[in-house]
């Protein structure tokens, strides 16, 4: 995983807590829970598949699975190669013609960053709930 390396925008953080929020705070893959009633459980984290180092899927809600600590920190998160269990398992949930479109996406040259534009998409994103 390479989260660390990539400073956290307020987009970031946004759409970070965006999608926990949307996914109910629980592990998509083991199920646990990570808030009950706003008390903390345990540490749910938003887990980009491709990195969130391409723009092009940085706020893909396709790309980020809501993933427990432990589970985030086994399965890791695309490779090449596309037999890790992230991978497997994101081709399971998306089927293989939206999984290949997300591929398609993670790899198209990235755009330059306008923050504002961002934060305005997350906030978009927000209102549709």
Partial sequence: MTWHKIKRSPADILFSNYIRAKRKYTCEKCGKIG??????????????????????????????????????????????????????????????????????????PGQKTDKKLELLYVKQLIQKV
Avoid: P
């Fill in 35 to 108: 808030k009950i009633n706003g008390i903390t459980i345990c540490q749910i984290e938003a887990s980009h598949y491709i990195s969130r180092s391409k723009r092009t899927v940085r706020f893909d809600e396709q790309n980020v699975r809501v993933l427990c600590s432990a589970c985030h920190k086994r399965m890791g998160g695309y490779k090449r190669e596309e037999n890790g269990e992230y991978d497997l398992w994101i081709k399971e949930l998306l089927g293989q013609y939206d999984y290949r479109r997300l591929i398609i996406r993670g790899n198209l």
